[in-house]
């Protein structure tokens, strides 16, 4: 089957880290994966609990300023999963 003759699949044309109600979680991950990379002259090391662990309070500094509360994220939220997976993969 050709690429033209697929059906069209809105979720094939677009990456999990893009998909539109993770725009301003992903807007943050990349912000501090550039800012882990300042401090640290490296990206998180892959599958790395301790880098992630960093990741994930340099995010939470960052989500402060987009109001996305993350004083309210628990070890189970959607965003922590989010931020640490990110981190494991980037």
Not at 40 to 61: C, H, I, M, T, V
Request: net charge negative; proline share 4%.
């Amino acid at each position: 089957m050709l690429t033209n003759e697929a059906p069209l699949d809105a979720n094939l044309a677009v990456a999990d880290f893009e998909k539109m109600l993770n725009n301003q979680l992903s807007h943050v991950a990349f912000e501090a994966a550039d800012s882990f990379r300042k401090k640290n002259n490296r990206l998180p090391g892959p599958w790395n609990k301790q880098d992630a662990e960093e990741f994930l309070a340099l995010s939470k500094d960052i989500s402060k300023r987009f109001d996305l509360k993350p004083d309210d994220w628990t070890l189970e939220s959607y965003e922590t999963k989010f931020f640490y997976l990110f981190s494991f993969t980037c």
